[in-house]
């Protein structure tokens, strides 16, 4: 009953109001543990120090892995589709990793294929599942957390995207982008990054996200890196 109070203040946020239950206690919990930090209804309700720091904490972390990316969703032309599905080839499954609500505007180009997609905003996964089954596509979208549930109880498929989400998970743990490649069941993987900096200092480089490139290259995958819209688009090939 504490952590469903703390979780409803905390939702109260509008950028967060959709975000996964199980979600948000799951780094409540880890949070509370690392700190080794006990909270009780009296910390909550009195507002206490360790209540405060605990929700502010837990604010801005959910922010920067949710918030930080989410803008892209609405703004990517069909175009933009077309050209990576021209880049990859044919397929008869694809897994989209924090999709957002992405496949609407992507599962029409190929309606044969099977679509299967994760986010941790409720939301937006209703609303997939109901376009899925309005427009008889064959697909599945499910709350997953790529931090801290088990990447081999994913579905298998001929191409994955990781659109726009690596980065915010660096955040959480550094590398994090390795352990996630490494374990995901695909031969092709397509991954983006914003060309904009989060510090509007100007625009990275086609060549740019160098951490990103040292980690394939240790991973030995081949890739090849495409300027496309307002995204740097990076096709690999395990």
């Not at 496949?103 to 190929?110: D, R, S, T």
């Amino acid at each position: 009953m504490l952590l469903e109070k703390i979780i409803d203040e905390i939702k109260r946020k509008k950028e967060l109001k959709d975000l996964d239950n199980e979600f948000i206690k799951r780094r409540i919990n880890i949070y509370l543990l690392k700190n080794k930090i006990y909270l009780d209804e009296d910390d909550v309700n009195r507002r206490s120090k360790k209540y405060m720091g605990l929700f502010k904490a837990m604010r801005k972390e959910l922010r920067i892995i949710y918030g930080a990316f989410r803008d892209v969703n609405e703004k990517r032309a069909s175009k933009i589709y077309e050209e990576i599905f021209s880049l990859v080839g044919k397929f008869d499954r694809l897994l989209d990793l924090g999709s957002g609500l992405n496949p609407m505007y992507y599962a029409k180009l190929n309606k044969e294929a099977e679509y299967y997609c994760c986010d941790i905003n409720n939301q937006e996964i209703k609303a997939l599942n109901r376009y899925f089954r309005r427009n008889k596509i064959i697909g599945e979208a499910f709350v997953f957390d790529l931090v801290y549930d088990d990447l081999s109880l994913l579905p298998k498929a001929d191409v994955i995207f990781l659109f726009r989400v690596l980065e915010s998970l660096e955040y959480y743990e550094r590398n994090i982008s390795k352990r996630i490649l490494e374990n995901l069941n695909s031969k092709i993987i397509v991954v983006s990054f914003a060309k904009n900096v989060l510090s509007n200092r100007g625009n990275i480089r086609r060549k740019g996200r160098i951490w990103f490139r040292r980690i394939l290259k240790r991973l030995n995958y081949r890739y090849k890196d495409y300027d496309i819209g307002d995204e740097i688009f990076l096709v690999i090939r395990k």
